[in-house]
């Protein structure tokens, strides 16, 4: 972690933490603490992690990639 004010170190947390509030804590609309907990998970799981491409992945949703690389492991 970088010093307060400075979030060159943490550029990938600041990354997600951004994507996270743009792509559904501003849409989402959530009323209490129980829904920030349900709904979360099911962004990072469904969503983040399964169907959302990433640059730094070539454009690819994570779990593609891993199935592409652990065939050319293979």
């Known amino acids: 972690m970088s010093?307060?004010?400075n979030p060159y170190h943490n550029a990938q947390a600041e990354s997600f933490i951004k994507t996270?509030?743009?792509e559904e804590v501003c849409i989402?609309?959530?009323e209490t603490f129980a829904d920030v907990a349900t709904r979360l998970p099911i962004f990072i799981e469904?969503?983040?992690n399964s169907?959302?491409?990433h640059s730094a992945l070539?454009?690819?949703p994570?779990?593609?990639f891993?199935?592409?690389f652990a065939q050319r492991a293979a």
């Open 3 to 5: 010093g307060v004010g």
């Open 20 to 22: 996270l509030k743009v």
């Open 28 to 30: 989402a609309g959530y």
């Open 46 to 48: 469904q969503v983040y």
């Open 51 to 53: 169907r959302r491409l």
């Open 58 to 60: 070539d454009y690819r």
């Open 62 to 64: 994570p779990k593609e």
């Open 66 to 68: 891993e199935t592409l």
